[in-house]
């Protein structure tokens, strides 16, 4: 009951070292998606190379995202953009990782092959304060233009919780303490 | 009402050399508050004359930070904010939440919930979609499928309600199962609600598929071609309506979803009324996958072997399942704490949504609000 042309993930490893080989380092799969770290420089080849390639035909965005890794712990990383795309016609999912420069973070845009991002990208843009040269339109898309920081930076606290904190118990191990 | 799938040409701004009226840009602002959008929704519309040139949506009205906000919580009390992103949807919001920290913890879920699972997870999807066969005929004129649709809502609603305790937001689903059994009764007045929308399905069909005031509204209205619902990553009955016949629970059977039998909606033209005609089926197959699931709903314990605290152990993982109204994923990053360290929720409406100002342009200004309508999304999908 899977889709027709479907191919295992394994295959889709092999296929995708053979196509996009020299400019994506650590593929792997995880969870049955081929997962890779490209470089930004190379990102918009890789992408297209993606999308057009015979043998993979990735033309379907499923999103792109940051994740800010620098509180991961040992080998967490910094900031990264996230992107995930699919192909419907071999049912291979593949999940890019492009680390960026936390002290001036840039990433190409991928605006011009996949149409999706130009909202993703703008999000990513106000949320961790990463630029995508190449964007038509790059403004914010949830927060209010005047808005300062970037909230999905691991540096932006949530102040609720730092000011007070919660009145009760909140897990069950603090249930014997009495909460309140 | 003959219009091409191109759409109409913007009228010449010129003098009128061959005779046409002169006219010129203005910008017409829809909403925040319309009665066609579910939330507050903008859209910055440049119309020349009868014609829309181009539509922006401008989103964030009803940005709360989920995304930040789970990084704070642990999953348990997540599950009560994913329950509230796509307000028609509830249960099928909580159901990637529970099943990324099912995958990391390497969690069992017994075949009861799994069964049960499906069942609620299918009665919501009828919910949503009649919810939007209501709105998208009283969006063109037509009160009527209001009342039908909701007399069909109410009993399956009262089911949900008795089983969860609440209307819209369920909070039902665990990491490794469900919150708790269902009711007595739970089979008999399921399966009176499901047999009851599908015995009442055809008028539904009549009322507004068949009628030929709504056909000349939506036929070859709103045309969404194939490459551009790719690239926008469109997905649901929307995709759907565009000749994709995407659907996870057939393509990656999730759950137990491999066991039923049941159809891909999916239509060829990408207009309005496939879009709608993508919806109305798929309630019927809802309706089936729900009549052999409780006829198939075996016993058993309703949790998997979970522990007290519920810690995901570190690592990465990606979820997507079927939403009524197309692919919800979750993207989640865990260090091992009680806590996600990063949860990229990606929803079902933004995709469908970002496709709008595509289809939309080149439109007359009285289809508007048919397309938009027949793009089904739920605001706080979008801004979450």
């Known amino acids: 009951m899977t889709r027709p042309g479907a191919i295992t993930p394994p295959e889709a490893l092999d296929r995708v070292e053979e196509t996009l080989g020299p400019w994506v380092e650590e593929h792997k799969l995880n969870f049955g998606a081929v997962d890779f770290i490209c470089k930004p420089e190379n990102l918009v080849r890789v992408m297209r190379r993606l999308r057009d390639s015979e043998h993979l035909g990735c033309v379907f965005f499923t999103f792109l995202s940051g994740v800010d890794r620098s509180e991961l712990g040992e080998g967490g990383g910094g900031l990264e953009v996230l992107i995930h795309v699919y192909s419907p016609e071999f049912a291979i999912h593949v999940t890019v990782h492009v680390p960026v420069d936390p002290a001036a973070p840039e990433c190409p845009s991928i605006s011009g092959i996949y149409k999706g991002a130009l909202w993703h990208e703008r999000e990513t843009h106000e949320m961790f304060g990463i630029l995508f040269p190449g964007h038509p339109h790059l403004t914010t898309l949830y927060l209010p233009e005047d808005f300062e920081g970037h909230p999905m930076l691991r540096s932006f606290k949530l102040p609720t919780r730092v000011v007070k904190a919660w009145p009760g118990a909140k897990d069950p191990e603090e249930a014997a303490a009495g909460g309140r | ?384």
Request: charged share 25%.
């Open chain 2, 1 to 384: 009402m003959a219009m091409t799938t191109e759409g109409p040409k913007p009228a010449s701004r010129g003098a009128g050399a061959e005779g046409r009226l002169q006219t010129e840009e203005m910008i017409l602002n829809v909403g925040p508050q319309h009665p066609a959008t579910h939330g507050v929704f903008r859209l910055l519309a440049t119309i020349d004359g009868e014609i829309l040139i181009n539509a922006e949506p401008v989103i964030g009205y009803m940005h709360r930070g989920y995304e930040k906000l789970v990084e704070q919580r642990d999953y348990r009390q997540i599950t009560n904010l994913v329950s509230r992103m796509d307000w028609l949807s509830g249960i099928n919001n909580e159901l990637p939440l529970a099943m990324a920290v099912e995958q990391l913890m390497e969690i069992e879920v017994p075949p009861r919930a799994q069964y049960l699972r499906v069942i609620l997870c299918e009665m919501n999807r009828i919910l949503n979609h009649l919810m939007f066969f209501a709105s998208f005929g009283a969006e063109l004129g037509a009160i009527t499928p209001t009342f039908y649709a909701f007399r069909e809502r109410e009993d399956i609603q009262r089911v949900m309600e008795a089983t969860t305790g609440g209307r819209m937001h369920f909070g039902f689903f665990r990491p490794g199962g469900l919150k708790e059994d269902v009711p007595r009764g739970f089979v008999d007045e399921a399966l009176k609600g499901v047999r009851q929308v599908i015995e009442r399905l055809p008028d539904y069909e009549n009322l507004l598929v068949g009628n030929e005031i709504f056909k000349q509204r939506t036929i070859d209205v709103g045309v969404l071609d194939r490459e551009a619902a790719y690239s926008y990553g469109v997905t649901g009955p929307i995709a759907r309506g565009s000749g994709i016949d995407m659907d996870i629970r057939k393509d990656e059977p999730y759950l137990v979803y491999d066991k039923f039998d049941f159809d891909v909606c999916s239509a060829p033209n990408g207009d309005c009324f496939d879009r709608f005609w993508v919806l109305v089926g798929e309630v019927g197959e809802s309706a089936r996958i729900v009549e052999q699931a409780i006829e198939d709903l075996p016993p058993g314990p309703i949790m998997g072997k979970v522990p007290r605290v519920v810690q995901a152990p570190a690592g990465e993982v990606y979820v997507r399942t079927e939403n009524p109204l197309g692919e919800l994923g979750m993207y989640l990053v865990s260090d091992g704490d009680r806590r996600p360290y990063r949860l990229k929720i990606r929803t079902p409406s933004y995709s469908n949504v970002s496709a709008l100002s595509h289809v939309l342009a080149n439109t007359y200004v009285s289809d508007m609000i048919a397309i938009l309508g027949s793009f089904f999304f739920v605001l706080g999908d979008i801004d979450r």
